[in-house]
């Protein structure tokens, strides 16, 4: 199993920036992805933004050139740098571990923008 830790979220202006942050322990295996999710009130849980163990990276289109994803390997973690933050943005956002058939998930961090 894989526990994961997030921290970062809070109350901010449009326009404004946040980081967060997730901590994975555990099981980690050396072949994954770590990820960012969110979730509005009355919508689905939807991708932000994953990155992979190579490197590689994968952004939802509405977060495109705002967000920005990144892994420390050696500590385990994950951040994403949010800027030019918009009210539609607003949402609880969950950290996400993948590798094979073991998915855990983090216990999510409230991301409010007010205008």
């Known amino acids: 199993q894989v526990q994961l830790v997030e921290s970062g979220g809070g109350l901010v202006q449009s326009g404004g920036s946040l980081r967060l942050s997730c901590v994975a322990s555990g099981s980690i295996f050396s072949i994954n992805y770590m990820g960012w999710y969110r979730q509005a009130p009355g919508s689905q849980r939807e991708m932000v933004a994953i990155m992979y163990s190579t490197g590689i990276t994968r952004y939802a289109d509405s977060v495109k050139d705002r967000f920005t994803i990144s892994r420390d390997n050696a500590k385990n973690t994950v951040y994403l740098q949010m800027n030019t933050l918009k009210l539609d943005d607003t949402a609880v956002y969950y950290c996400?571990?993948?590798?094979?058939?073991?998915?855990?998930w983090g216990q999510g961090t409230q991301v409010t923008v007010s205008s």
């Open positions: 996400n571990y993948h590798s094979g058939k073991l998915d855990s």
